[in-house]
Structures are given as C-alpha cells and as structure tokens.
C-alpha cells in the first residue's frame, strides 16, 4: 500500500535556528495531516492540508503541500525549547485507514 | 474534562498473560482506533472501529481482540502476552471515517516481562 517517508528521523538544532521535516510519498495523496507529540505524550494534531500548493501558517510552523500532492513539509522558524517533540505526517483514507510517517524527533538546546 | 481516555496509564506483565486495555472518548465521535508505538516511536494502525463494526484490521495477531461495547468505547484485550508486544498503545477517535482529525488518547505503555 502506500506509504510515506519522513526524513530526517533525527534532528538536533540551538535555540533559535531553524527545522525543517519533510514527508514523501510515491503516489498522490489526498491530504497530509501533521501531529506533535511531546516527549511522554500522545500526538496532538496541528492542521491538515488537502489541496495542491497549499501553504498554511500557525504563528512560526509553515506548512506545505507539494504541487504534484506528493510530498510536504513542516518548517519551524526559530526553534524554541517547546518546540522538542516528534512530528509526525500522515494521511487517511475514507476507509478508515492512517498511515503516518515514521516521525521527526526534534531536541533543541538552549 | 478528557476527550479520550484510557486505563490503565501503565501494565506491567509476565508472558503467557493476559490482560485489556479500556479506551472511552466522550467526543460523541463515530470512528475509534487503536495505534501501536513501538520503541522507536513508529506509530501503526492496528484496528479502526466504525459505529461498533471493525473497519480495519492491519494485520494484527489474533491474539489481539478488540472489543466495542457501543461506539463511545473501544476495548483491546490481548491473550497469551509476548516479549513484542511491549509497546504505548494509543486509542484514537474522529468525528467520521472520512474525518481526519484524529483526537488521541494518553497512551498505556504496556511492559511484558
């Protein structure tokens, strides 16, 4: 079935520098959703994106949705210590199926 | 007030047992899940659950059952424990199947020893 890539699986930035995590697949997708979990916690969802192109923007994280709706991104704009977690990807189908990436653990030191 | 909560927080387990997993969202949602995290924080679907009836069954062993008594709850109960079976199991519900936000429980780390 499909899958997506996550890359990279680890990343370690100071305070202040900026991350980006980036989530491929091999077919188009129909949406991308992206969630954080915080170390010890469950994964909150942060926003999904299901058109081509799509840009959207939560205070520092700008989302991305590829024009081909195959790959997307998380960027964080100057990292800050509540930033550490791991972010994933994933997507649904109406089938009732999710499939999440293998996540991006973001550590950031002061 | 929880939206989804689970019991126990944390079960510790000798092989060979048997134990279960209770998982209630009071979100009035359609859709339920189970997720397996696994040391390396790969999250898998294991089971989606639809007004009651099974959706998704992931490939998971048998000796996992899930259980929706009504569509508020979805139980896990697992028989004849193994080492792998070490894992956070998370439930999960959405408002529909084709709804995509995802609203997580906290988790039941799960040790079998």
């Known amino acids: 079935g499909q899958q997506v890539m996550q890359i990279p699986q680890y990343q370690h930035v100071q305070e202040g520098e900026d991350f980006t995590t980036y989530c491929n697949s091999s077919?188009?997708?129909?949406?991308i959703q992206w969630y954080k979990q915080r170390p010890g916690g469950h994964p909150v969802f942060l926003i999904q994106?299901?058109?081509?192109?799509e840009v959207k923007k939560q205070k520092r994280l700008t989302f991305q949705f590829g024009e081909a709706k195959k790959n997307s991104s998380l960027h964080i704009t100057a990292t800050q210590t509540t930033d550490v977690g791991t972010y994933f990807c994933?997507?649904?189908?109406?089938?009732?199926?999710?499939?999440f990436g293998d996540g991006t653990t973001l550590t950031v030191k002061p | 007030d929880t939206a989804v909560s689970q019991t126990p927080k944390y079960l510790v387990t000798q092989m060979g047992n048997d134990k279960s997993i209770k998982c209630e969202q009071n979100?009035?949602?359609?859709?339920m899940y189970w997720y397996k995290q696994d040391s390396k924080k790969f999250l898998k679907i294991m089971f989606s659950?639809?007004?009651?009836?099974?959706?998704i069954n992931e490939t998971v062993p048998n000796r996992f059952s899930p259980k929706s008594p009504d569509k508020a709850h979805l139980n896990l109960h697992i028989n004849s424990l193994e080492l792998g079976d070490s894992a956070v199991y998370f439930c999960?519900?959405?408002?529909?199947?084709?709804?995509?936000?995802?609203?997580f429980g906290p988790g039941t780390r799960l040790t079998v020893l």
């Open positions: 994106l299901v058109k081509s192109g």
């Open positions: 994933g997507y649904n189908t109406n089938a009732g199926k999710s499939t």
């Open positions: 659950y639809n007004n009651k009836e099974l959706i």
């Open positions: 979100l009035g949602h359609d859709t």
């Open positions: 999960a519900s959405s408002q529909t199947l084709s709804t995509d936000t995802q609203y």
């Open positions: 077919t188009t997708l129909s949406n």
